[in-house]
């Protein structure tokens, strides 16, 4: 079972280019449900005694403990996904999980900042101004809401990633696929700022072409990043706690509040489904509004 798993992981990685974290999710719930087996003889045991019995059992004993609605669907979606593998790779006879329900998920609106809280969150700490660290948070803030880009696509930016003149950066974004985004004139000057001031100063031999580096110089992890985040958003009164993905939803929400097409908003975003954008439609209710009133004859 565990050659079997290290060929699916192969699998998941290079041929369906899946992110690391969804390997390891997936992974994961694998592991923990089958365990440990020699061979692919004893892997084809192994799966050929699985029953959709035994996978519905495996969901409602979660439930049991409380496991949430967004991870059942995971695992379903996880084990119907092996199984679909295993099948064609020939290290299962039959799938079980054909019948298998994968439990619906209730969309949640996501929570997002006003125009005047983002305008708020987003003011320079005059306190050690010229400090790196300081230089180097400010952008962070700026380019996640100035682009609406995830948090692991900004610490995955290379200075060639970032065009100053045009204020355009280049992101990978989910599944390898590149796309260009704009930022403001605020990201640029925070930009020119970090760059001038804030990165020489942290800059060493594991810098690399990292644009945004941590205390030791290395790449910026994505927690630093959320830490950085969730600090600046809790210094200001009134404000919803908030990460980096709040920020992103703000950015998507003030964008179409602003007027922008939604398959503008889908390419910035990096949404492979214009359905995923549309959930921000729900939160920009005064804009449709404000539309109604100007063309309809009895706005």
Same mark, same amino acid.
């Given at each position: 079972?565990?050659?079997?798993?290290?060929?699916?992981?192969?699998?998941?990685?290079?041929?369906?280019?899946?992110?690391?974290?969804?390997?390891?999710?997936?992974?994961?719930?694998?592991? =923990?449900?089958?365990?440990?087996?020699?061979?692919?003889?004893?892997?084809?045991?192994?799966?050929?005694?699985?029953?959709?019995?035994?996978?519905?059992?495996?969901?409602?004993?979660?439930?049991?403990?409380?496991?949430? /609605?967004?991870?059942?669907?995971?695992?379903?979606?996880?084990?119907?996904?092996?199984?679909?593998?295993?099948?064609?790779? &020939?290290? #299962?006879?039959?799938?079980?999980?054909?019948?298998?329900?994968?439990?619906?998920?209730?969309?949640?609106?996501?929570?997002?900042? %006003?125009?005047?809280? #983002?305008?708020? =969150?987003?003011?320079?700490?005059?306190?050690?101004?010229?400090?790196?660290?300081?230089?180097?948070?400010?952008?962070?803030?700026?380019?996640?809401?100035?682009?609406?880009?995830?948090?692991?696509?900004?610490? &995955?930016?290379?200075?060639?990633?970032?065009?100053? #003149?045009?204020?355009?950066?280049?992101?990978?974004?989910?599944?390898?696929?590149? /796309?260009?985004?704009?930022?403001?004139?605020?990201?640029?000057?925070?930009?020119?700022?970090?760059?001038?001031?804030?990165?020489?100063?942290?800059?060493?031999?594991?810098?690399?072409?990292?644009?945004?580096?941590?205390?030791?110089?290395?790449?910026?992890?994505? %927690?630093?990043?959320?830490?950085?985040?969730?600090?600046?958003?809790?210094?200001?009164?009134?404000?919803?706690?908030? &990460?980096?993905?709040?920020?992103?939803?703000?950015?998507?929400?003030?964008?179409?509040?602003?007027?922008?097409?939604?398959?503008?908003?889908?390419?910035?975003?990096?949404?492979?489904?214009?359905?995923?954008?549309?959930?921000?439609?729900?939160?920009?209710?005064?804009?449709?509004?404000?539309?109604?009133?100007?063309?309809?004859?009895?706005?």
């Amino acid at each position: 079972m565990a050659e079997a798993l290290a060929q699916y992981e192969r699998h998941l990685r290079f041929e369906r280019n899946r992110s690391p974290n969804t390997v390891r999710a997936y992974l994961g719930d694998l592991r =923990a449900y089958f365990g440990p087996a020699s061979d692919n003889a004893a892997a084809r045991a192994v799966l050929g005694s699985v029953t959709i019995a035994d996978l519905r059992g495996w969901l409602s004993e979660m439930t049991s403990e409380g496991a949430s /609605r967004a991870t059942l669907a995971r695992r379903a979606s996880g084990m119907k996904t092996f199984f679909d593998w295993a099948l064609r790779g &020939g290290l #299962a006879e039959h799938d079980p999980t054909v019948r298998l329900a994968t439990p619906k998920l209730r969309k949640a609106l996501p929570h997002v900042l %006003r125009q005047d809280q #983002a305008e708020q =969150a987003l003011v320079p700490v005059t306190e050690h101004p010229d400090r790196p660290a300081q230089l180097r948070d400010q952008l962070v803030l700026e380019l996640l809401y100035g682009t609406g880009m995830r948090v692991g696509e900004l610490c &995955g930016l290379d200075i060639d990633d970032v065009d100053q #003149a045009r204020r355009l950066a280049t992101v990978l974004g989910k599944g390898d696929k590149q /796309r260009v985004v704009p930022f403001g004139a605020k990201a640029a000057e925070a930009l020119s700022a970090w760059l001038q001031g804030g990165r020489p100063a942290l800059a060493g031999p594991r810098s690399g072409a990292a644009l945004l580096l941590g205390a030791r110089g290395g790449r910026l992890d994505q %927690r630093t990043a959320r830490r950085v985040v969730h600090a600046r958003v809790a210094k200001e009164p009134d404000l919803p706690d908030l &990460g980096p993905h709040g920020l992103r939803h703000s950015a998507a929400t003030h964008l179409l509040e602003g007027g922008a097409d939604l398959r503008v908003v889908q390419e910035i975003l990096g949404h492979s489904s214009l359905a995923t954008t549309q959930i921000y439609t729900h939160v920009s209710v005064e804009r449709i509004r404000k539309v109604h009133e100007q063309a309809h004859p009895r706005g």
